[in-house]
């Protein structure tokens, strides 16, 4: 994991960036390499793809977030990045992979109620694409704004929120 870190740290290359980014993904798929990835500095070097001009390795950066974003340490580190993930939801084109991935890792972020005020100002693109996404889009959309709901404190927030 180091390795692929630094790998990832190291290359302009899109290409492999992508397959370090599928790697780490695939490895947080367990417990243990979550911890080994946020103490390698993991998380930090995969947000900075979040940056990335091309949308496949962004893409790929927001799958590895939310697979890490299983973990209740890791969401400390990854919430720095929401309202990045929540542009990446309101600039990729409608119904993508790269919206998709962006909805994925909102919908972890948001099952406790800690990061939610960070999503307000996106509410509006939620409804929007409830209404003008595919079914895929507007099922994960339902998803962020049920965890949102479930919060007494963004009751206002849904309610007033101009589509």
């Known amino acids: 994991l180091q390795k ?28 243990v390499n979550q911890d080994i990835i946020r103490n390698l500095d993991g998380l ?8 990335d001009s091309i949308p ?7 799958n590895a977030l939310n697979n890490l974003s299983m973990n209740i340490k890791n969401q400390e580190e990854i919430q720095v990045y929401i309202t990045q993930v929540c542009r990446n ?35 509006p693109c939620f409804l929007h694409l409830l209404s003008e ?10 998803k962020v704004l049920v965890n949102l709901s479930a919060n007494p404190a963004m009751t206002k927030h849904l309610l ?4």
């Open 89 to 123: 939801v309101e600039s990729a084109p409608l119904n993508s992979d790269l919206q998709l991935a962006a909805l994925r890792l909102l919908t972890n972020i948001s099952v406790t109620s800690e990061y939610h005020h960070k999503m307000i100002n996106s509410i």
């Open 133 to 142: 996404g595919t079914e895929r889009t507007q099922i994960q959309v339902l």
């Open 4 to 31: 692929v870190i630094h790998l990832l740290r190291a290359t302009d290359d899109p290409l492999i960036q992508e397959q370090a980014l599928i790697t780490l993904s695939n490895s947080a798929a367990f417990s």
């Open 44 to 51: 930090s070097v995969i947000g900075g793809m979040l940056s």
């Open 56 to 62: 496949k390795v962004k893409e790929k950066a927001l």
């Open 160 to 163: 007033r929120a101009q589509v």
